[in-house]
């Protein structure tokens, strides 16, 4: 199961995409493999293919599953664990764009008005007014990067 040019190389541009986004190489080998990959491939073949452990596999893996970028796929008559990387890109980005509003959006919008209103009106020092200003301002930021979150969704399914 040697890599050919085009694995090689698709490898390399996803090793630089994972570090530019703050992640490791090993991940974007990972990822890269799999997403070239017509179909389903053990975890076992993707350690040989990769050169990673199981173990190292399975931790990376855990990370992308509950986005949908990942599934693990269990075929009944064995006990390999199979796995396949979702192909669309636009869908990839959606699910990314959805977590981000379900998981840091829905935080924010749930917990910043109440710590604005327990500090607004009271009696604060310049440096207390100046921080309530900014987590005020984060949470602006917050609702507007919502707003352009639903834009983007409705962009994608206009393009799908």
Known sequence: MPLDEIDKEFIEFYQTASRVQGADASLGT???VLYLEPKEI????LAKK???SLASISNKIKMFEPAGF????????TKKVFLCAEKNVM?????GFTMKHDLVINLAKEKIPNIIKRH????????????LKIIEEYYRQMLKFEELIHEMLKKIDEIK
């Open 70 to 77: 990942v599934k693990r796929i269990r075929k009944p008559g």
């Open 91 to 95: 869908e990839i980005m959606k699910k």
């Open 50 to 52: 990769t050169g990673y």
């Open 120 to 131: 607004k009106g009271k009696k604060l020092s310049e440096e207390q007014k100046q921080k």
């Open 30 to 32: 990972i990822l890269a």
């Open 42 to 45: 053990s975890m076992e073949d």
